[in-house]
């Protein structure tokens, strides 16, 4: 849920008390919603709708994916300071990496989301 108008605030407050676990519960269904609590809970309170989001949960191969494609980031990293620096960075170096980093991302290819 958005924050409302920035034209329009809120002056007036409503405090509620809670057991832990009401508190607890009122987290874990404004987390699922992908809410903050008070915007869940006012929600709530004014019958709004409420609209469940899902967060993007990588798996172990996306994991690794990952990973690999840092340690690919930081080898290309240091080949652009090398030819920054003007030093010379052999070709096949360089091909051999793009080859890995194309690997590397068409086994993401399958993961779109």
């Not at 915007?39 to 469940?52: C, E, F």
């Not at 191969?61 to 990952?66: A, G, H, S």
Request: net charge positive; hydrophobic share 40%.
């Amino acid at each position: 849920m958005t924050r409302s108008n920035a034209n329009t605030s809120r002056d007036r407050q409503l405090n509620i008390a809670l057991h832990d676990d009401e508190l607890g519960v009122l987290r874990t269904r404004a987390g699922t919603a992908g809410m903050r609590v008070v915007d869940y809970a006012r929600a709530v309170l004014l019958d709004k709708p409420i609209t469940v989001t899902t967060a993007f949960v990588p798996t172990p191969t996306d994991r690794l994916v990952f990973e690999q494609l840092k340690r690919l980031g930081n080898n290309l990293n240091q080949i652009a300071r090398q030819l920054n620096a003007q030093q010379a960075v052999p070709l096949p170096e360089i091909e051999a990496l793009l080859r890995e980093i194309r690997v590397a991302l068409g086994g993401m290819a399958g993961h779109d989301r």
